[in-house]
Structures are given as C-alpha cells and as structure tokens.
C-alpha cells in the first residue's frame, strides 16, 4: 500500500477506535472448501461446499471497496484450486484492494502467472519435511511449499511464511525461523487453538504442545527477536509476550467484526472464526456486506494469538509498538 493509502487505513482506524465506526480494514475471504491437504487441524475440506461463483466475489469485493477494505486475504481450503482464482485477484487489484492469498502452494508452477498480482502470498509451514507432510497427511507437500516460496519471488510476488504451534513442531521453530531468514521473508508463529469450522477441541488437545516446552520455546523467539532476527519475524515483541501465555492470555480489546471480519464460502459473515456462536450468522450474500457489518454480534472469548489479528488488536488498544508490523502486511 502506497504511503498515502497507509495514512487513509490510519484515518479509518481512528474512526474505529474512537468515534465507534465499523470498517472492515482487513478481510479474510474463503473462496473453496476444497484442499489436496487433511491437515491435522484443519477440517475445512471436509465441509461440503460449492465454489461461491465468481460474479457473487466480485459483488462482495465492490462492497468492501464502499466500506473501506484496504486488503483481502483469499483462503481455503487452497484456492490455487480455483480456475478462476487469477481473476480473483486481478480484479480485487483493479479495485484498489490489496489481494493476499493464504495458501500451501499446491501446483502454483501451473498457476504463477494467473497469481502475479497478489501483494502477499502467505505460505503454511508447519515444521521440517518430515514433519510438515506428517501434519499435511500428504506427502510432497513440503516441497511444494518451498517450490512455491521460490517460484513467487522470482516473479516480484512478496512471501511469509505462517506456522500453527502444535506438539510436533515446538521443537522446531528455530529451524523454521531460519528458514525463513534463508529465503529473506518473514515468518508468523501462532498458537493452535479451535477454531468454529476446525476439527473440534476434544481431538485438537492431542496436538497441544507440553506448557512448559511451549514455554521455553516462546521465550527464545522472544530473545531472537531482540536480535538479527528480528527483521524475519512477523510478530512483535509485545505480540510474543503475549503468546507465551497460552492458553491463558491477558484480556486484550477486540476489533473483531469491527476492523477485520471473515467471509465464508458461502457468504456467512463471522467477525472471528476461532469462537462459536449461539444465534445464526448473517448472510452477505443474501444481506449485503454492510448490513452483516452492522448486525454482526459483539465477540467475547479468552483471547487468541492469531498473529494477524492480534497485531492488529494490540494497535486498536493504543499499543503502537505493532504499528510497524500492521502496516508491513498492508502493502
């Protein structure tokens, strides 16, 4: 995002803290279901869905241009599956919308052309090759998360990297952070937690990681933060903090449904999808954004350490110390 649009997300973000505004800055838009990989985690896939069409995306982007967006993030499922996927994107760039894609780099080679528009291509990986194809159920899928990281920086596409914490890979996150320092891009570590479409909490306890490795483990990132690798890490030091007390964090303010919100394949309109909730959800496709904006309910949980949205919580409580790393990811 260029400087001037930066000062105008600002403007919008203080119009949300401080005169009780709804403008979703940041979106999460879920564009399939479908996925080559049973991540262990993650029960999307399984969710039978159609594809939303393209013509019901290009609506839902024109109504977020209205209210303010200033980027989405195309997710899954893996949406490299879409046809349509660079048209997508292409047309959220015409709009003036900066397009990110969540994605583990299925088959990108076939589609790298379709994908040079992107600003972000965030790449989920979960540990060494071993470990990473162990949590994907698929093997190969390593390697493709590699290829792809290669392949978008050869073609001018800006990369991070994201890891979900689990019991398999807490003693892998230096490897991963060094990883991420070989390829000259950024890294998100963030803890496991249930999420509404996930693969429920009672199976998701047999992936937490011990407390006290998790522990140990966190406390180093803290440390290597201070240091040279500060530069490759997307969280930030107070963020770090913050994670190390999982699952028990401090009561922070959430901007959920006010400044970021997700949309799901077919046009559910969450504020946050790592909570449950006791009424039914509005419906953009069949509501329109704005109204589902302003309807949506308020969100009280335990916390999360969703590096995206925490980031963007801590700034929204008047800690700037994450100003650098919002407006990083808002290009």
Known sequence: MKVISKIGALKDFVSVRFFNRRVPLAVRMEITNRCPNRCCYCNV????????????????????????????????????LRSDVG???????????????????????????EVKNLDLLKISIDGPQD?????SKRKGSYRECLEAIKLAKDNGIRVSMATTITKYNIGHLRFLLELARENEIKIAFQPLKPMYRGVGAEKMKDLFPPR????????????????????YMRNSLIGLKHIYNWPNYPELKCSAGKLFCII???????????????????????????????SVPAVRCGGCGFCGSLEL?????????????????IK
């Not at 946050?272 to 109204?291: A, H, Q």
Request: glycine share 6%; aromatic share 12%.
């Open 45 to 80: 896939w399984n969710i039978k869905a159609e594809d939303p069409p393209k013509e019901k995306i290009f609506s839902i982007l024109e109504q977020l241009k209205r209210l303010g967006t200033k980027k989405i993030s195309f997710s899954g499922g893996e949406p490299l």
């Open 131 to 135: 470990i990473h194809d162990f949590l």
């Open 264 to 294: 799901d394949t077919d046009g559910t309109f969450y504020p946050c999808d790592r909570i449950t909730y006791d009424s039914k959800l509005p419906n953009c496709f069949e509501s329109g954004v704005e109204k589902c904006l302003n």
């Open 87 to 113: 048209e997508i994107i292409d047309y959220c760039k015409s709009l003036g919308i900066s397009p990110e894609m969540n994605s583990r780099g299925f088959r990108i080679k076939d589609k790298i052309e």
């Open 212 to 231: 006290d490795e998790y522990k140990r483990q966190i406390k180093e990132l803290m440390r290597l933060k201070k240091g040279r690798y500060s530069k």
């Open 313 to 329: 919580n801590f700034l929204y409580n008047l800690k700037l110390q994450t100003l650098k790393e919002v407006l990083w990811v």
